[in-house]
T-cell receptor
Framework: GAVVSQHPSWVICKSGTSVKIECRSL??????MFWYRQFPKQSLMLMATSNEGSKATYEQGVEKDKFLINHASLTLSTLTVTSAHPEDSSFYIC???????????????FGPGTRLTVL | KQEVTQIPAALSVPEGENLVLNCSFTDSAIYNLQWFRQDPGKGLTSLLLIQSSQREQTSGRLNASLDKSSGRSTLYIAASQPGDSATYLCAVSSGGSYIPTFGRGTSLIVHP
């Protein structure tokens, strides 16, 4: 149990286009979802936290107009990178926490990640 | 602000060795500490979760310990195998939320 999926697993796009990444909790309801980015040989950096039905909370330095997050249901959150540029190329990972009970509410379950390459 | 440091950054060992990976954190008021494994280009796989009230957790050949007072955790890997080659990340949740702060990881290579 507690499986999180991401789609696509990798994407290549041209500079200036927008890319949408989906994060789904497959077997539990995710009250909160998190989006991270990871540069090569670097740690995961939290970008934003989203709760179902409300606006995402962005970390300092993350442009909310560039990284649009929508958490429309308890099983789906999307991250849209608008007007992508080569410096946005990175590995994007989502995670989710569930409601009380199973899975453990204080544990994040991570998706497999999405590799974004902007040409 | 919580800071998490992992030492060493990289490690290369022959198969069969017992290993110790280190994680240190600056704020001892933690909720939990988690060790993850990340294979190249992949997401995170949770290995062990230690709650604040616990001192260690074990799973197979893995043992993780927690010493809050000194701000340290160690991940012990017994009888290492080539399949253990990966990056191991330490993540600490503290400061009023369950959102973890990650270390940079230890890149492990176990060669036959």
């Amino acid at each position: 149990g507690a499986v999180v999926s991401q789609h696509p697993s990798w994407v290549i796009c041209k500079s200036g286009t927008s890319v949408k990444i989906e994060c789904r909790s497959l077997d539990f309801q995710a009250t909160t979802m998190f989006w991270y980015r990871q540069f090569p040989k670097q740690s995961l950096m939290l970008m934003a936290t989203s709760n179902e039905g409300s606006k995402a909370t962005y970390e300092q330095g993350v442009e909310k107009d560039k990284f649009l997050i929508n958490h429309a249901s308890l099983t789906l959150s999307t991250l849209t990178v608008t007007s992508a540029h080569p410096e946005d190329s990175s590995f994007y990972i989502c995670s989710a926490t569930g409601t009380s009970g199973r899975p453990q509410p204080d544990t994040q379950y991570f998706g497999p990640g999405t590799r974004l390459t902007v040409l | 602000k919580q800071e998490v440091t992992q030492i060493p950054a990289a490690l290369s060992v022959p198969e069969g060795e017992n290993l110790v990976l280190n994680c240190s954190f600056t704020d001892s008021a933690i909720y939990n500490l988690q060790w993850f494994r990340q294979d190249p280009g992949k997401g995170l796989t949770s290995l062990l979760l230690i709650q604040s009230s616990q001192r260690e957790q074990t799973s197979g050949r893995l043992n993780a310990s927690l010493d809050k007072s000194s701000g340290r955790s160690t991940l012990y890997i017994a009888a290492s195998q080539p399949g253990d080659s990966a990056t191991y990340l330490c993540a600490v949740s503290s400061g009023g939320s369950y959102i973890p702060t990650f270390g940079r990881g230890t890149s492990l290579i176990v060669h036959p």
